[in-house]
């Protein structure tokens, strides 16, 4: 989106914050049952099942499954037990990581941020040790105009400063650890501004270079325009739906035949077109002990202008649900770390949008699950059978009947071990 309010100041500490976060978390590191429950994993819905976890990986999902001695058990009747879930597009400063990780997503895709410690996020996301923090995959820096979107942060953003030198500048990007490149496409119009932006010819490049070096290359676009020349450019997906007219029938055409996927990041849409945050996502059990008061007044905040254009709203519903009806990809994100968003709670909030523009819960699921892990490669992610990672959320009810019940979180395992919430007070307990 077009303004990260405080990133700038929040960047500068951001790398001495996560070094003060807590590191790995002691845990049940023996055999893990969860009986008798609803199992959603990550394709279709198993019922009174029985999950078995151990030393970081799911090793057995079914009806019929016999319960080691010595096990923990746990009651899963009349609970769903989901894969972690992954928020496609996140903005993951400070705290991000363990707030997101209390709401159930054990997997964060960042779409611009320092890569300063990106060795050290390597490392943790490859390791099965217990941890109180979402693993976290990042383009880092992004390929802007000088000038453009993203150079407004007072981070130092290095520029792609011709055809000739895109390959050149992924090839650093990769150096620097980066999973995928982010290519800026944003004139400003969508907004009412000028603002300069990479031309045609500079994003072929930049993606031509990307694929050739095997990662995939991803856009920010906000209007129909840009989003028409990333697809013609080669991209594998935006990370954004624009919302400056209605999808037309060549852009569905362009997006069904590429094969592109698209993350409509619909909670930062509202949070730009005068939407509040709905009560059942703040209130109840839930918010007490998995959101913080940082969080809710994160939520609570809004884009200057929201108000004026709240008539554009329905229209972001209804390109989602357009492009969905015509088949093309849709992944859940949320854009957190903007005004008006949240990590953990804004992706719940995304899957319910999700499902108002006509997804069923089930599709919603598979956004923010199966689909992410498959376009960004996520091995072991996104699933719960045998052999994926041990990162479940237990919610108690049934969201693959009404969405916004998965908000209602009993307990998440990242790695297999239990990870902590938050007290009422809002301390971690």
């Known amino acids: 989106m077009k303004s990260l309010i405080g990133i700038s100041l929040v960047l500068l500490g951001a790398i001495a914050t996560l070094l003060l976060l807590p590191g790995p978390l002691e845990g049940h590191r023996g055999v893990t049952a969860i009986e008798g429950v609803r199992v959603f994993d990550g394709e279709r819905v198993i019922e009174d099942a029985t999950v078995l976890i151990a030393e970081g990986r799911i090793t057995g999902v079914g009806a019929d499954l016999s319960v080691p001695d010595g096990a923990e058990t746990i009651d899963g009747e009349g609970r769903t037990l989901l894969p972690g879930l992954i928020d496609a597009h996140v903005h993951a400063y400070g705290s991000a990581r363990t707030d997101a990780l209390r709401m159930g997503v054990t997997t964060l895709l960042d779409m611009f941020r320092s ?171 839930h918010a007490e002990t998995r959101i913080s008061q940082q969080q809710r007044t994160m939520l609570s905040q809004s884009f200057p202008g929201s108000q004026m254009r709240s008539a554009r709203w329905p229209l972001v519903l209804e390109n989602v649900r357009r492009l969905h009806e015509a088949g093309v990809t849709l992944l859940a994100g949320s854009d957190a770390g903007n005004p008006g968003t949240a990590h953990g709670p804004s992706l719940h909030h995304e899957l319910a949008l999700l499902v108002e523009a006509g997804l069923t819960p089930v599709e919603a699921l598979r956004a923010a699950t199966t689909l992410p892990a498959r376009a960004f490669g996520l091995e072991g992610r996104g699933c719960l059978q045998p052999g994926c990672r041990a990162d479940l959320v237990l919610v108690d009810g049934n969201p693959l009947e009404d969405i916004r019940q998965s908000v209602r979180i009993d307990a998440v395992w990242k790695n297999g071990a239990r990870t902590e919430r938050r007290d009422e007070a809002g301390d971690a307990s």
């Open 115 to 285: 890569p300063a410690d990106q060795p050290m996020v390597i490392r943790q996301r490859q390791s099965l040790d217990p941890t109180n923090q979402a693993d976290l995959f990042s383009a880092g820096f992004l390929a802007t105009a000088e000038g453009g979107h993203g150079t407004q942060y007072g981070l130092p953003v290095p520029i792609p400063e011709s055809p000739e030198t895109a390959d050149e500048w992924v090839a650093q990007r990769l150096d620097e650890g980066s999973d995928y490149i982010k290519i800026i496409i944003e004139d400003g119009s969508g907004w009412g501004r000028t603002l300069p932006t990479l031309d045609a010819a500079m994003v072929e490049a930049l993606v031509e270079a990307a694929h050739e070096r095997g990662v995939l290359a991803v856009a920010h676009v906000s209007t129909q325009p840009a989003a028409k020349m990333a697809v013609r450019s080669g991209v594998d997906g935006l990370v954004h739906l624009f919302a400056d007219a209605p999808v037309d029938d060549a852009f569905i055409a362009m997006a069904r035949d590429s094969g592109v996927w698209i993350v409509p990041t619909t909670p930062v849409l509202a949070a730009s077109h005068g939407q509040s945050v709905p009560d059942w996502l703040t209130g109840g059990e």
